[in-house]
């Protein structure tokens, strides 16, 4: 998410065969953020099915 919207393009999904099976998923988007402003990134589970994150990581690279 982006501000507490959902980010078009940056859905993951997964289809888990066995209960206690892992999956791992990634994604990339390129966030613009104007000279002097400030966003706030995300993760949001927008699907109907509980999910459980653990030790997400989020990167985070400075464009000049």
């Known amino acids: 998410t982006v ?3 959902a980010r078009a393009g940056t859905e993951m999904a997964t289809t888990i065969t066995a209960a206690g099976d892992i999956a791992q998923l990634a994604t990339t ?3 613009t ?4 402003a400030s966003v706030t990134v995300g993760l949001a589970n927008t699907g109907d ?11 985070l690279t400075r464009i000049a």
Request: glycine share 10%; proline share 5%.
């Open 33 to 36: 953020v104007p000279c002097g």
């Open 49 to 59: 099915a509980d999910i459980t994150v653990n030790e997400a990581s989020l990167v």
């Open 29 to 31: 988007a390129l966030v």
């Open 3 to 5: 501000n507490g919207e």
